[in-house]
């Protein structure tokens, strides 16, 4: 049984724990081995064993362990959201997310490599080496969540959590041919997650499959008096199952799909294969604009940078992680700490918000930008009184090769052109596999309202279902010929980062 878990999705994995055909310690400890061997770089701590929950027995998701994005506070586990100034910080609690799954059942499989703070779509900025994507080693798995995406992609791990700011779950899922959604902003809790830009950071599934994002994000969503912007869900989140998309009304905008994108021609022939696939499954299709889509990325590139300069304030050298010393005084330290532990692309987000919230700035930029974000809302709430859903591809390429865009942040940045509209607007998306482009997957992306999420997961069920995309070939050879090496096979605990760097 144990050579066939790798072809179980999570859901499949739990029923056979469930029927007694699998142990959960069985389960545990091959994910455990794959994690640790620390191929593609994905892991930055891998534990040494199943947690003892007595009270996790028999739950919905006992026995699937959970490869958690390093940025999620986990108590006495290190937790250093990709970046130096947190080496080493184990933090006295953990994150309500995580600690809902642990109570469902899923235990804390290990930390995964991000882009650090989250502010990437690479994860090349990562102080701890970048993620290789299974399905190429010499390309990106994208970011920020990209150790999670890789993992699961890999077969590393059954199932993955990570954060989404302006694409950080989306993107890379896609990038790695693997489901990911961003909730609606509320439905789960931030307390525990360190945060990037609070109005816009929301905690998602990376998974094998529709049916395991359903089901990892039931037990995801929910009130939780300890953030402020969290709401009560109003429903609970069913498993999917419906096969065909009768009276689907779906949305292509032309600003985010035409010209202007610049979407690859074979990431633009997947998706509209997958539209008129849509078509024979009963939905119907029409073009829709969203007029002020295209300044998403202006507006996110102010505002998410003005959120995250006030937010990483708190990295001082006092209170966490890193501290370079002195005896010349405090503010030397603060400098000195700063410089060391912040990797280029955080100081330059910084640098970028400190500039927008400054004094006779603020509303030149950050208020335009706050204006432009209002006008996006809008436009969706245009789109979906006449949709269902507004279907793009989830990134304008494939996974492109590790360097290629390094020295070119614009370039980049327009990596999140068709993700960063949503977050904008605080509605939920979703990224599915819809095929390959060169032996690369492709992604499509199905936004709609606030809440529409079980709407969301029945169509992209559908979907998947008719496309039949098949990820085996990021398993194969995961742990392969490098995969002790890397970080040392069979050891947990923390890894040796950056050793593919
Ligand atoms: N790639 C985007 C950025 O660099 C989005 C990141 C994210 O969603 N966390 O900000």
Redesign the pocket.
């Given at each position: 049984m144990t050579a066939g878990l790798l072809e179980l999705t999570a859901a499949q994995a739990g029923a056979a724990v469930r029927a007694g055909e699998l142990s959960a310690e069985e389960v545990f400890e091959v994910y455990r081995a794959r994690a640790a061997s620390n191929s593609l770089n994905a892991f930055l701590w891998v534990a040494d064993a199943a947690p003892a929950s007595p009270k996790a027995a028999g739950a919905e998701l006992a026995g699937i362990p959970l490869a958690v994005k390093d940025l999620f506070c986990t108590e006495g586990v290190p937790s250093q959201a990709g970046s130096r100034i947190l080496e080493g910080y184990r933090p006295p609690y953990t994150a309500t997310v995580v600690r809902r799954l642990a109570e469902a059942g899923a235990p804390l499989l290990g930390k995964t490599n991000q882009?650090e703070?989250?502010?990437?779509?690479s994860n090349e900025?990562s102080a701890y080496g970048p993620v290789l994507n299974p399905w190429d080693r010499g390309r990106v798995p994208g970011?920020?969540?990209g150790g999670s995406a890789a993992a699961v992609a890999a077969g590393l791990a059954p199932w993955a959590i990570g954060?989404?700011?302006?694409?950080?779950?989306r993107?890379p899922a896609a990038l790695c041919g693997i489901v990911g959604m961003?909730p609606t902003y509320g439905a789960v809790s931030r307390f525990g997650m360190i945060a990037?830009?609070s109005s816009?950071?929301q905690a998602g599934p990376l998974t094998r499959d529709v049916t395991d994002c359903a089901l990892l994000l039931r037990h995801m969503i929910g009130h939780d008096r300890r953030d402020s912007t969290s709401v009560q869900f109003p429903e609970e989140i069913a498993l999917p199952d419906r096969d065909d998309l009768k009276g689907v009304r779906l949305g292509v905008p032309e600003e985010l799909v035409g010209a202007e994108g610049g979407v690859d021609p074979g990431v633009r022939r997947s998706f509209e294969e997958t539209v008129a696939l849509a078509e024979r499954l009963g939905a119907s299709v029409e073009s829709c604009r969203l007029p002020h889509a295209p300044h998403a990325l202006s507006a996110?590139?102010l505002i998410?940078p003005a959120e995250a300069s006030a937010n990483l304030a708190r990295f001082d050298g006092v209170r966490y992680g890193l501290r370079v010393g002195g005896d010349d005084g405090l503010e030397q330290m603060y400098e000195r700490t700063r410089g060391r532990g912040f990797g280029a692309?955080v100081k330059r987000?910084i640098m970028l918000g400190t500039y927008a919230l400054s004094s006779g700035y603020y509303e030149a930029y950050y208020g335009t930008a706050l204006k432009v974000r209002t006008k996006i809302s809008d436009d969706f709430r245009e789109a979906f009184s006449r949709f269902d859903f507004v279907v793009t591809p989830t990134s304008p390429w494939t996974a492109f090769e590790l360097g290629a865009k390094l020295d070119d942040p614009l370039a980049?940045?327009l990596?999140?052109f068709c993700?960063?509209p949503m977050?904008l607007a605080g509605i939920p998306a979703i990224s599915i596999p819809s095929g390959l482009s060169e032996g690369l997957p492709v992604g499509f992306q199905l936004s709609g309202p606030a809440f529409s999420e079980n709407r969301l997961l029945q169509a992209a069920y559908a979907l998947e279902r008719a496309i039949g995309f098949d990820g085996s070939r990021a398993r194969e050879g995961a742990v392969g010929d490098d995969g002790g090496a890397l970080g040392g096979a069979g050891r947990g605990g923390e890894l040796d980062p950056g050793a593919v760097a």
């Amino acid at each position: 049984m144990t050579a066939g878990l790798l072809e179980l999705t999570a859901a499949q994995a739990g029923a056979a724990v469930r029927a007694g055909e699998l142990s959960a310690e069985e389960v545990f400890e091959v994910y455990r081995a794959r994690a640790a061997s620390n191929s593609l770089n994905a892991f930055l701590w891998v534990a040494d064993a199943a947690p003892a929950s007595p009270k996790a027995a028999g739950a919905e998701l006992a026995g699937i362990p959970l490869a958690v994005k390093d940025l999620f506070c986990t108590e006495g586990v290190p937790s250093q959201a990709g970046s130096r100034i947190l080496e080493g910080y184990r933090p006295p609690y953990t994150a309500t997310v995580v600690r809902r799954l642990a109570e469902a059942g899923a235990p804390l499989l290990g930390k995964t490599n991000q882009d650090e703070f989250a502010m990437g779509s690479s994860n090349e900025n990562s102080a701890y080496g970048p993620v290789l994507n299974p399905w190429d080693r010499g390309r990106v798995p994208g970011g920020s969540s990209g150790g999670s995406a890789a993992a699961v992609a890999a077969g590393l791990a059954p199932w993955a959590i990570g954060t989404d700011t302006g694409g950080s779950i989306r993107q890379p899922a896609a990038l790695c041919g693997i489901v990911g959604m961003k909730p609606t902003y509320g439905a789960v809790s931030r307390f525990g997650m360190i945060a990037f830009a609070s109005s816009l950071d929301q905690a998602g599934p990376l998974t094998r499959d529709v049916t395991d994002c359903a089901l990892l994000l039931r037990h995801m969503i929910g009130h939780d008096r300890r953030d402020s912007t969290s709401v009560q869900f109003p429903e609970e989140i069913a498993l999917p199952d419906r096969d065909d998309l009768k009276g689907v009304r779906l949305g292509v905008p032309e600003e985010l799909v035409g010209a202007e994108g610049g979407v690859d021609p074979g990431v633009r022939r997947s998706f509209e294969e997958t539209v008129a696939l849509a078509e024979r499954l009963g939905a119907s299709v029409e073009s829709c604009r969203l007029p002020h889509a295209p300044h998403a990325l202006s507006a996110y590139y102010l505002i998410a940078p003005a959120e995250a300069s006030a937010n990483l304030a708190r990295f001082d050298g006092v209170r966490y992680g890193l501290r370079v010393g002195g005896d010349d005084g405090l503010e030397q330290m603060y400098e000195r700490t700063r410089g060391r532990g912040f990797g280029a692309e955080v100081k330059r987000r910084i640098m970028l918000g400190t500039y927008a919230l400054s004094s006779g700035y603020y509303e030149a930029y950050y208020g335009t930008a706050l204006k432009v974000r209002t006008k996006i809302s809008d436009d969706f709430r245009e789109a979906f009184s006449r949709f269902d859903f507004v279907v793009t591809p989830t990134s304008p390429w494939t996974a492109f090769e590790l360097g290629a865009k390094l020295d070119d942040p614009l370039a980049m940045y327009l990596n999140d052109f068709c993700t960063v509209p949503m977050p904008l607007a605080g509605i939920p998306a979703i990224s599915i596999p819809s095929g390959l482009s060169e032996g690369l997957p492709v992604g499509f992306q199905l936004s709609g309202p606030a809440f529409s999420e079980n709407r969301l997961l029945q169509a992209a069920y559908a979907l998947e279902r008719a496309i039949g995309f098949d990820g085996s070939r990021a398993r194969e050879g995961a742990v392969g010929d490098d995969g002790g090496a890397l970080g040392g096979a069979g050891r947990g605990g923390e890894l040796d980062p950056g050793a593919v760097a």
